[in-house]
């Protein structure tokens, strides 16, 4: 089965949402577009905070909310962000088990696995 939507057509949904970013400190605007597997999009932004550790990246909230939506590890198919994920949002997009991710990183655009953004990354088993 294809994609609803391409990648190309995911990542420019990101850049859509990425200015509705809350980031008055940094003034660096992320967006972040997720599929499902049943084809919704579910999107997030960046959220900084006066307290600067407390501000969220933009996968997270996109990934926050989608959980918050019914979804779960598994039900995601592809996830585009304006920017490379940090190392606390390659964690997450291995949690959720999201099959590729599509960034932009100095101008070009990136497709790689989980496994590939996080090798030997710290998971459920490890919790056993
Ligand atoms: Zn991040």
Do not use: K
């Not at 949402?17 to 499902?36: D, E, I, M, T």
């Not at 997270?60 to 995601?76: C, I, K, S």
């Amino acid at each position: 089965m294809t994609d609803v939507i391409s990648d190309d057509e995911l990542l420019a949904r990101a850049d859509a949402v990425a200015s509705r970013a809350y980031a008055p400190y940094s003034n660096f605007h992320v967006g972040c577009a997720v599929l499902a597997r049943d084809g919704r999009v579910v999107e997030g932004v960046n959220v900084e905070n006066a307290a600067y550790p407390l501000g969220v990246c933009a996968e997270r909230t996109a990934l926050a909310r989608a959980v918050a939506e019914g979804y779960g590890p598994g039900d995601f198919v592809a996830v585009a962000i304006t920017a490379s994920p940090c190392g606390g949002c390659r964690q997450w997009l291995h949690e959720m088990e999201v099959e590729r991710v599509v960034f932009r990183n100095g101008g070009r655009v990136v497709t790689m696995t989980t496994d590939e953004l996080l090798p030997e990354s710290f998971d459920f088993s490890n919790l056993a």
